[in-house]
């Protein structure tokens, strides 16, 4: 069986304590690379046991630490260290993103601008931060959802967000091409993590009627496309949106 080896390789996941981020980060260090985990400054202790408890399992293979996606200064001082402990950065996961769901005519200004924010405009200052410290030949994997294709009811600032890092993808692999840096998006259907949890019961019926494969998706599942899009096996792969949804197209 083919086994996808990342020893020596070093991936940044930005908010990777819990859900996609951390099935994303379990299963990298089990393919033996040295993985770097940001969450937020100042959470609750809930995310700080599970950042404690990550650190704890990476051990010398990784950092786990605070920083705020949507600071400049914070993520080049993450990145930075996690150079210093790694030697290099190879791949960068942008994964952190949050939820503020209100139809459009009950959205407030602040539901509107925290989601676009986190989700599209710090994956754009994220990126543009790390490119100094990616080398070349190295992959960016941005997280967009189906959300951004279909656009959900009360949804309207992520699908916006979600859709913008699928357009933010497709440039971007052209102009990393000279680099020679793939950069790619995955757009999960629901999947049962934290957030996809916080989905009413009776929402969740009628989204599972209409995906093909009859359930939901696993963290596992959505962690082994990003591996994938990392690894070797993908060189001539770029500039695209896997959508990793069971089938599910309206």
């Not at 410290?133 to 279909?150: H, K, P, Q, T, Y």
């Not at 009811?153 to 993808?169: E, H, P």
């Amino acid at each position: 069986m083919l086994e996808i080896n990342l020893q020596g390789h070093t991936v940044v996941i930005t908010g990777g304590t819990q859900g996609l981020g951390r099935a994303t980060a379990e299963l990298f260090s089990q393919a033996g690379a040295f993985v770097a985990v940001n969450y937020p400054p100042g959470m609750p202790e809930d995310v700080q046991e599970r950042a404690a408890e990550l650190r704890s399992r990476l051990g010398e293979r990784g950092v786990v630490g605070e920083a705020d996606v949507r600071s400049r200064e914070q993520m080049t001082q993450f990145l930075t260290e996690v150079r210093e402990r790694s030697g290099a950065v190879h791949f960068l996961v942008n994964n952190a993103a949050i939820l503020r769901d209100r139809t459009l005519k009950k959205m407030s200004d602040e539901d509107w601008d925290s989601v676009v924010e986190t989700n599209l405009s710090a994956v754009y200052r994220v990126t543009q931060t790390a490119l100094p410290f990616l080398e070349d030949g190295g992959r960016i994997v941005n997280m967009a959802s189906i959300s951004g294709v279909l656009g959900f009811f009360g949804q309207s600032n992520y699908a916006a967000a979600k859709a913008g890092v699928i357009g933010l993808t497709r440039v971007l692999s052209r102009e990393l091409a000279g680099r020679r840096i793939n950069v790619n998006a995955v757009a999960p259907g629901v999947v049962l993590t934290e957030m996809g949890k916080s989905i009413p019961e009776s929402a969740r019926e009628q989204m599972l009627n209409q995906i093909p494969l009859q359930r939901f998706g696993e963290p596992s599942e959505i962690a082994a496309v990003i591996l994938f899009l990392c690894s070797p096996m993908s060189s001539y792969v770029t500039g695209q949106t896997l959508h990793v949804n069971g089938g599910w197209w309206g």
